[in-house]
């Protein structure tokens, strides 16, 4: 099966930035689209944004716009999330998923076909 791995996350007071990244497996198939959810304490999962492989462009979610940012390493294969301005409402865990889809269709609908394990990441006050 597919193995996507995130890491980078961490604790990281308010107001300062982290940048996730998340990584398939050598022997993985390529897919479509890469997003990034994240599920908070007590709250449902919630999409973050998306990327297709096909030609890069993505998609947020609208209360996700501005600090969130989805980008695309061709160097090394992984697609990173950087968060800046963070705040406490932003603890969570992170977790990047990949589907053969579409951008709008992950982000909306939540067509995911594998899901990395996630990564806490932890902003304190």
């Known amino acids: 099966q597919e193995q996507l791995v995130e890491s980078g996350g961490g604790l990281v007071h308010s107001g300062g930035s982290l940048r996730l990244s998340c990584a398939a497996s050598?022997?993985?198939?390529?897919?479509?689209?890469i997003g990034w959810f994240r599920r908070a304490p007590g709250k449902e999962r919630e999409a973050i944004g998306c990327?297709?492989?096909?030609?890069?462009?993505?998609y947020y979610a609208d209360s996700m716009k501005g600090r969130f940012t989805i980008s695309r390493d061709n160097a090394n294969g992984t697609v990173d999330l950087q968060g800046n301005s963070l705040k406490p409402e932003d603890t969570a865990i992170y977790y990047c998923?990949?589907?053969?889809?579409?951008?709008?269709?992950?982000?909306?609908?939540?067509?995911?076909?594998?899901w990395g394990q996630g990564t806490q990441v932890t902003v304190s006050s």
């Open positions: 998923a990949a589907g053969m889809t579409t951008i709008a269709a992950m982000c909306v609908y939540t067509e995911v076909d594998y």
């Open positions: 990327i297709s492989s096909r030609d890069g462009s993505t």
């Open positions: 050598f022997f993985s198939l390529p897919y479509y689209v």
